[in-house]
């Protein structure tokens, strides 16, 4: 059972280029978040899905896109990085249902925009 | 909107000592309250969790925290610190009750940085 898996792990970017960040989970939850860590400022809500084929926007969306058309998979995009995108990345799964125990967290991916 | 404020940004503990690493919160009830440690390199990991009841938790590695309504607070505490637990810590608060539509977001304070001297 591999949990949440985020690909890639490290990526450096230039400014202007894109990309995606791929977060898979194999636990069938239903809600999916995408966080930025930056130092000193905790983890900052930037997209999430409550289910398949749905995404809504955090507290960060700027710069940032997001889908969901399979369940198990919700994607990060960025059209055109910016320095100020370089963070790390996590993806958090929540099952939807049932007592909130808290998130199940990706491993992170860490994006340098140069 | 809820928000979580951890006031000390490094902490520097000998093994050994004990340790408090401070979280307050601000959300118009109570809160379901968590705390989360990342060592480095890694994702986020569990510790504990608050919903209601006792408000003294245990969690994994020897922590504990607790619950103080009236203060906002939520500090996370161990009595004897291991060179093993440096790392950062993350205290997060999430609003009740949880609304599946409302996607049960979690709100993070900045994280306090527990470096453990010999």
């Known amino acids: 059972n591999a949990g949440v898996t985020q690909t890639p792990k490290f990526r450096v970017l230039k400014t202007g280029q894109s990309m995606t960040l791929l977060c898979a989970q194999d636990m069938n939850h239903e809600y999916m978040y995408w966080y930025r860590q930056d130092p000193g400022m905790g983890l900052r809500l930037i997209h999430y899905?409550?289910?398949?084929?749905?995404?809504a926007k955090g507290e960060v969306p700027d710069g940032y896109n997001v889908s969901r058309l399979k369940k198990q998979n919700f994607l990060l995009g960025l059209e055109s990085a910016a320095p100020s995108q370089t963070s790390v990345y996590f993806c958090?799964?929540?099952?939807?249902?049932?007592?909130?125990?808290?998130?199940?967290f990706g491993s992170g991916t860490r994006l340098t925009v140069v | 909107a809820q928000s979580v404020t951890q006031p000390d940004i490094h902490i520097t503990v000998s093994e050994g000592a004990s340790l408090e690493l401070r979280c307050n919160y601000s959300y118009g009830a109570t809160p379901y309250l968590f705390w989360y440690v990342q060592s480095p390199g890694q994702g986020l990991q569990l510790l504990l969790k608050?919903?209601?009841?006792?408000?003294l938790v245990q969690g994994i590695k020897g922590f504990e925290a607790e619950f103080k309504r009236s203060q906002s607070s939520f500090n996370l505490r161990k009595p004897s610190v291991h060179w093993s637990d440096a790392a950062e810590y993350f205290c997060?608060?999430?609003?009740?009750?949880?609304?599946?539509?409302?996607?049960?977001?979690?709100?993070f304070g900045g994280g306090t940085r527990l470096m453990v001297k010999p």
């Open positions: 899905s409550v289910g398949e084929g749905t995404t």
């Open positions: 608050y919903f209601s009841g006792d408000t």
């Open positions: 958090a799964t929540y099952p939807g249902t049932g007592r909130f125990f808290g998130y199940t």
């Open positions: 997060a608060v999430g609003a009740r009750p949880l609304n599946n539509n409302a996607g049960n977001m979690l709100t």
